[in-house]
């Protein structure tokens, strides 16, 4: 399995920006699809947006489409969350996920290998 190791989450307010990035080792990162996902404080896993293996394939949470984009690069092992025009409810632990299937799903039960999560609080 692929680690992965989330990093660029913080504090930021309402209108702002944040880019996550999900460092990939371990295994080919270009073979896996990717996903994030996202869990505010009592709710479930929420899926955010999923990548193909290459990259030109990409889509959204109905609630993120617009702001966020999701990127890969591919050379350095490593996928983005490019976060715009932040809500408070967009709080959450966000988490970057790798799939052994063929390509990516808003199913969290389809990923395997999981980051540990980057906090994102977006205040109004």
């Known amino acids: 399995q692929v680690q992965l190791v989330e990093s660029g989450g913080g504090l930021v307010q309402a209108g702002g920006s944040l880019r996550l990035s999900c460092a990939a080792s371990g295994r080919t990162f270009s073979g896996y699809p990717m996903g994030w996902f996202r869990q505010a404080s009592g709710k479930e896993r929420e899926f955010v947006a999923g990548?193909?293996?290459?990259?030109?394939?990409?889509f959204y949470a109905d609630s993120v489409k617009g702001r966020f984009t999701i990127s890969r690069d591919n050379a350095k092992n490593t996928a983005y969350l490019q976060m715009n025009s932040l809500r408070p409810e967009d709080t959450a632990v966000y988490h970057c996920a790798a799939t052994s299937r063929t390509v990516p799903t808003r199913s969290r039960g389809d990923y395997t290998s999981w980051g540990q999560g980057t906090q994102v609080t977006v205040s109004s």
């Open positions: 990548i193909a293996r290459s990259g030109f394939l990409t």
